[in-house]
């Protein structure tokens, strides 16, 4: 392909109504940060990649695990219940889900909870947390059958399981370079109409304290990513638990591995039709934008805010001691003519816990009010 039919085909696949909103603001204001660039791209209430895009599933831009098979959202199910237990079987038990997609891991947890704990299912009531009008419909078409509501922000006083899927990864960074024993910060300007990055100085002083804490920096050289909205996120979560548990799955690492010096280019990815890219400026409105979240930091936020981590794992450990290959076994068992199905578990199995793919999502469970317990899915788990 010559670059002019690239330069074509690239203009064609963007939203040309939220670049020209960016082109825009930086001509009247200069360059702006990459973490506003992000931001814009992705939340701008109507031109935004979730505002104007079908992001999840097989034929959106990524999958998540509750689009493989109805078993993840089973073993979530299983651990929550865990919790229900844990905290003395009340009448009342809260899950909020905060950024529930296409609403299909709430389906199936409340499948889950009615075909196999009819104790645990009348006591729930299921809350959505989401700003997506196009996502909340979605939610209510999948949800039809379930009695759910929906927020606009955290409730607070809450008192069960607070549950989020890859939600933090998708929250706009900072994006940052060490270089010569100083901090810049990554701008986002314009160059003959192409958006260019340049450094400068760091926007915040939270960028400085939150290494300063870490008690570290990236190598000198490194490109890095710094998420203060996941910080925050934490002080809010945490607040809104009277008692319970938060329960947070998540691409990320420690603060150790995700800041090593080998990670050159930090961790900031994009996809479109499952096909990942570095470019964040290609499609610009019709890709996903991510980056690795620094659970270091976030399990520091919960307990300053009178959180216990309880439990951190990866998830394909996380399935394996909830049974995830039990189920199976069981397929096998009790239907041996149906190589069909038995098939499609086992390769959903795989594709759940594949360490390369989504099996090193990391897991953290969270309490406040609880004793501690041995939690079903982290019992290989070395930090709770």
């Not at 009247?28 to 992000?38: P, Q, S, V």
């Not at 399981?161 to 939600?167: A, D, G, M, P, V």
């Not at 603060?255 to 930090?266: Q, S, T």
Request: overall charge negative.
């Amino acid at each position: 392909m010559t670059r002019a039919i690239e330069d074509e085909f690239e203009s064609a696949t963007e939203n040309a109504a939220l670049v020209d909103l960016l082109r825009q603001r930086i001509a009247a204001e200069g360059a702006i940060t990459f973490h506003d660039y992000m931001e814009t791209v992705l939340y701008h209430p109507q031109h935004g990649y979730y505002a104007s895009r079908e992001p999840m599933g097989r034929e959106g831009d990524y999958l998540t695990s509750p689009e493989v098979n109805p078993i993840f959202g089973s073993l979530v199910a299983k651990q929550v219940a865990q919790f229900w237990e844990l905290m003395e079987r009340p009448g009342r038990f809260d899950i909020v889900e905060q950024g529930a997609g296409s609403g299909i891991l709430a389906r199936d947890i409340l499948r889950w909870a009615g075909r196999r704990a009819p104790e645990f299912a009348a006591a729930l009531r299921y809350q959505i947390v989401d700003i997506s009008p196009s996502l909340k419909r979605r939610q209510g078409e999948t949800l039809a059958e379930y009695e759910v509501e929906w927020q606009d922000e955290l409730p607070q006083g809450m008192e069960g399981c607070l549950l989020s899927n890859e939600l933090l990864d998708s929250f706009a960074v900072h994006r940052i370079v060490h270089r010569d024993g100083q901090l810049f910060e990554v701008y986002v300007t314009l160059e003959d109409g192409r958006f260019e990055e340049v450094s400068g100085p760091a926007s915040t002083n939270r960028i400085a304290e939150y290494f300063a804490d870490l008690g570290f920096w990236p190598g000198d050289g490194c490109v890095a990513e710094v998420n203060l909205q996941a910080i925050d996120w934490m002080k809010t979560a945490a607040e809104s638990i009277s008692k319970g548990f938060a329960l947070t799955f998540d691409y990320g690492h420690e603060a150790k591995e995700l800041y090593a010096p080998w990670r050159r280019d930090g961790t900031l990815m994009c996809f479109y039709r499952h096909n990942p890219s570095t470019d964040p400026f290609a499609r610009v409105g019709k890709q996903d934008m991510t980056s690795h979240v620094d659970f270091t930091t976030l399990m520091r936020e919960g307990e300053a805010h009178g959180l216990t981590t309880a439990g951190f794992t990866t998830q394909s450990r996380f399935l394996a001691a909830l049974g995830i290959g039990a189920g199976v076994d069981k397929v096998a068992k009790e239907s041996p003519n149906a190589l069909e199905e038995y098939y499609s578990r086992r390769k959903a199995v795989q594709e759940l816990i594949d360490p390369a793919g989504l099996g090193r999502i990391r897991v953290l469970a969270q309490s406040r009010g609880v004793a501690d317990a041995d939690l079903l899915g982290f019992e290989e788990d070395d930090h709770g």
